[in-house]
């Protein structure tokens, strides 16, 4: 057993919440940032502020906003190695510059800090060591959530740091399950989304999904599939390709310059013939022009936004919330408050101003990124008793619950802190 006496551990945002995710380790005489999050949405919500001349390294799970948005803060006046995935440097690159664009707050900072956050990066692949000064060993490994995420393993002066971002440990169509070295960890962060809840069988929602795709186009309708630009967007589109459904598919939106980057990077995706496949089966929207004909014939389109805040999903509901041949389709969690959960509870839609009847058919599959709650345990056993476990990134009921369990069922020493809260002195 090493000695945790000598790390330090901040939590900065992303505790008892989904969204700022940021954790500050100090050991070594070294502070290294784990994720630097934001909220995403029009009204932007930071992390708790680092000095970042102070940091010596961020380290940076995967590219969804949650995780990666408060990073370019850290440039406005000093130069931190950013170390991630190549594949996760370009996807955080695209989703940061859409933030700003969507952002109706003035922003802290502008494009010069996403260029100083690019050109300071170090490009690591899964399994790929590098040291920080002398004791530090850092590795990432993949996290099967969306192209290139990772968790972490930190190794300082022989204690072991276990940070598993967002974490599926199941496979898709699209990625690799999770996997990782969880030999002799000491302090593990764990995500809790899914902490209370179970998934239902991956395989029979696919079906359940294409069934009633198919079913709409047979009605002459468009199926309306509203997806996250990275990840879910791509993971439709290999699901589609996978039972080889026939019909008309487009993509429109974000999701079309996430794919492209994806395409560079084979390395990072499960089955990339398929991946090309199913890219090329689906047309590209470009226009009003495009969307107009998509909207005409009986289709499928996948675009964002993946709870219908915005994006070109909002414009084709207008177009299909009233004819019942038609479908709307969630593939993903729709949180309370946003236009895609209004719907799931009342049956109506906001169109304009006025408040209008949801005719369309309405479906929910659970083709989650994250692992569930059988999986999160299945993970909690391969860790030894003398584990520090804190849970994170999940609502409060989650994070607490959670680190409960944890205690209850196994004797585990486990926290669900709160932000701003510092723990050293391991054990405590
Ligand atoms: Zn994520």
């Given at each position: 057993?090493?000695?945790?006496?000598?790390?330090?551990?901040?939590?900065?945002?992303?505790?008892?919440?989904?969204?700022?995710?940021?954790?500050?380790?100090?050991?070594?005489?070294?502070?290294?940032?784990?994720?630097?999050?934001?909220?995403?949405?029009?009204?932007?919500?930071?992390?708790?502020?680092?000095?970042?001349?102070?940091?010596?390294?961020?380290?940076?799970?995967?590219?969804?906003?949650?995780?990666?948005?408060?990073?370019p803060l850290l440039y406005t006046v000093a130069n931190p190695p950013l170390i991630t995935t190549p594949a996760t440097l370009d996807?955080?690159?695209?989703?940061?510059?859409?933030?700003?664009?969507?952002?109706?707050?003035?922003?802290?900072?502008?494009?010069?800090e996403v260029k100083r956050m690019k050109k300071n990066s170090i490009l690591l692949n899964y399994k790929e060591e590098y040291k920080l000064g002398k004791n530090i060993k850092i590795t990432l490994f993949n996290a099967g959530h969306i192209p290139g995420s990772s968790s972490v393993l930190l190794e300082i002066n022989g204690v072991k740091i276990w940070y598993s971002g967002d974490i599926n440990t199941i496979s898709t169509r699209l990625l690799e399950p999770a996997?990782?070295?969880?030999?002799?960890?000491?302090?593990?962060?764990?995500?809790?989304?899914?902490?209370?809840?179970?998934?239902?069988?991956?395989?029979e929602q696919e079906k359940a999904f294409i069934k009633a795709l198919k079913e709409t186009i047979e009605d002459q309708g468009?199926?309306?599939?509203?997806?996250?630009s990275v990840g879910r967007s791509q993971e439709v589109l290999c699901i589609l390709e996978h039972y080889d459904f026939?019909?008309?598919?487009?993509?429109?939106?974000?999701?079309?310059?996430?794919?492209?980057?994806?395409?560079?990077?084979?390395?990072?995706?499960?089955?990339?013939?398929?991946?090309v496949r199913a890219l090329k089966r689906a047309r590209w929207i470009e226009d009003n022009?495009?969307?107009?004909?998509?909207?005409?014939?009986?289709?499928?389109?996948?675009?964002?936004?993946?709870?219908?805040?915005?994006?070109?999903?909002?414009?084709?509901?207008?177009?299909?919330?009233?004819?019942e041949n038609c479908g709307?389709?969630?593939?993903?969690?729709?949180?309370?408050?946003?236009?895609?959960?209004?719907?799931l509870e009342t049956g109506k839609v906001r169109i304009g101003r006025k408040e209008k009847k949801m005719r369309a058919r309405v479906g929910y599959f659970e083709l989650s990124s994250h692992s569930g709650r059988t999986q999160l345990f299945e993970l909690i056993e391969k860790f030894d008793s003398?584990?520090?476990?804190?849970?994170?990134?999940?609502?409060?009921?989650?994070?607490?619950?959670?680190?409960?369990?944890?205690?209850?069922?196994?004797?585990?020493t486990a926290f669900s802190p709160s932000v701003g809260e510092t723990f050293f002195q391991f054990p405590f």
């Amino acid at each position: 057993m090493a000695e945790k006496n000598n790390v330090k551990v901040k939590f900065l945002g992303g505790t008892r919440r989904i969204g700022c995710s940021a954790i500050l380790l100090q050991a070594n005489g070294k502070n290294i940032l784990l994720d630097y999050g934001a909220t995403p949405g029009a009204h932007l919500d930071f992390p708790l502020p680092v000095p970042s001349k102070e940091i010596d390294a961020i380290i940076l799970t995967h590219a969804h906003i949650d995780h990666s948005g408060a990073i370019p803060l850290l440039y406005t006046v000093a130069n931190p190695p950013l170390i991630t995935t190549p594949a996760t440097l370009d996807l955080a690159e695209l989703l940061i510059y859409d933030m700003m664009n969507v952002a109706r707050d003035p922003l802290p900072f502008g494009r010069r800090e996403v260029k100083r956050m690019k050109k300071n990066s170090i490009l690591l692949n899964y399994k790929e060591e590098y040291k920080l000064g002398k004791n530090i060993k850092i590795t990432l490994f993949n996290a099967g959530h969306i192209p290139g995420s990772s968790s972490v393993l930190l190794e300082i002066n022989g204690v072991k740091i276990w940070y598993s971002g967002d974490i599926n440990t199941i496979s898709t169509r699209l990625l690799e399950p999770a996997n990782m070295d969880l030999e002799d960890v000491d302090i593990v962060f764990i995500e809790s989304t899914y902490a209370l809840k179970d998934h239902p069988p991956r395989e029979e929602q696919e079906k359940a999904f294409i069934k009633a795709l198919k079913e709409t186009i047979e009605d002459q309708g468009v199926a309306l599939v509203p997806a996250f630009s990275v990840g879910r967007s791509q993971e439709v589109l290999c699901i589609l390709e996978h039972y080889d459904f026939k019909g008309r598919i487009f993509l429109d939106g974000m999701a079309r310059w996430a794919s492209k980057i994806l395409l560079e990077y084979p390395t990072f995706i499960k089955d990339y013939d398929l991946f090309v496949r199913a890219l090329k089966r689906a047309r590209w929207i470009e226009d009003n022009h495009d969307r107009f004909k998509a909207v005409s014939e009986p289709g499928v389109i996948v675009t964002p936004a993946g709870m219908l805040v915005g994006g070109s999903a909002t414009w084709y509901l207008k177009y299909i919330y009233k004819d019942e041949n038609c479908g709307l389709f969630y593939v993903s969690y729709q949180v309370p408050g946003t236009p895609g959960r209004r719907i799931l509870e009342t049956g109506k839609v906001r169109i304009g101003r006025k408040e209008k009847k949801m005719r369309a058919r309405v479906g929910y599959f659970e083709l989650s990124s994250h692992s569930g709650r059988t999986q999160l345990f299945e993970l909690i056993e391969k860790f030894d008793s003398d584990t520090v476990f804190f849970t994170v990134h999940g609502e409060e009921e989650s994070t607490i619950k959670f680190a409960e369990e944890i205690r209850d069922r196994y004797g585990y020493t486990a926290f669900s802190p709160s932000v701003g809260e510092t723990f050293f002195q391991f054990p405590f």
